[in-house]
Structure formats: C-alpha cells, structure tokens
C-alpha cells in the first residue's frame, strides 16, 4: 500500500526511495514461472499499491519497480546503502532479495526486515542464518523489525 515507503520518504527529505512490488495485474494462479513460494497471497490479491503516497508530494521522489524479486535486476535501483525488506515472507525471497541487496552495496549497507516474528518462520530462519554467519542482527524492541549495519 505504501504506507511505510511514504514515511521514509517524508523523513528521508532528498532521498529517492525505489521500492519493488509485483505487477498490478499479478495473480499466483497466473504466474507463469512461480520461482519462490509466495505467502500472504490474500494480500496480494486486495493490495494498491502506492495508495498511501500517490499524490503526495513525496511521491516524486518514489521510483516504483514492478517485479517479482525472484527475477528482477536489483541493479535497477542504483547503489542503494539502506534496505527495507518486506517481500512475501518465505525463506526463499527474504534469502534471494538480502542476499542480492547485500551484493549491490558491495555488503556495506543498513537492513532492516519487516515482520520478523513467530508468524514469518521465513524471515526468522534467514536471519537466524546470517546471524550464523557472524552478523549481529538485533531485533527492535516492540516491533517485528530486525535490524543490522555493516561495520
């Protein structure tokens, strides 16, 4: 819908947010290669995307990509250093788009990930993951955020 995109756009005055959302017209009966398992699929089907900052003067500086992660080329979005990932919330595409956000900013970035919780066993298993890995992820008190910063 937007609503997070539109606030880090009014806060984030000179920053162009790019965010990324699959076709308006996507429908998972239709999709032809179905790379990733896709969760909340009834939010797919009832989303407007950008609703909440179309037509705010914020949404000059939103560039909208309309793709699915699984095949999109992050390149697409410059050399970004700030990452706010909220996809479907499968392992599989919290794996695919960190990984590949992590690759565009040469691992010198800022993540943050959306809907970390016992709900999302997806997203916990990745960060789980790269916690393993060395990076120390913290959760944010009071949200379903994780949060981590290259040093």
């Known amino acids: 819908m937007g609503h997070t995109t539109r606030q880090m756009a009014e806060n984030l005055g000179t920053a162009i947010i790019h965010t990324v959302d699959l076709p308006q017209n996507f429908s998972v009966e239709r999709d032809p290669e179905q790379n990733f398992p896709k969760e909340d699929v009834d939010l797919i089907a009832r989303r407007v995307v950008g609703r909440d900052f179309n037509g705010h003067p914020c949404a000059s500086r939103i560039k909208q990509h309309f793709a699915d992660t699984a095949r999109w080329d992050f390149h697409e979005a410059g050399q970004p250093t700030f990452f706010f990932i909220d996809g479907t919330h499968t392992y599989e595409y919290c794996k695919n788009d960190s990984e590949k956000c992590f690759e565009l ?3 010198r970035g800022v993540f943050l990930w959306h809907d970390c919780n016992e709900t999302h066993p997806g997203v916990v298993r ?11 992820i913290k959760r944010i008190a009071g949200t379903s955020i994780a949060y981590w910063k290259s040093t």
Not at 126 to 131: A, G, L, Q, T
């Open 105 to 107: 900013c040469g691992g």
């Open 126 to 136: 990745f960060i789980s993951e790269w916690r393993r890995q060395g990076k120390d």
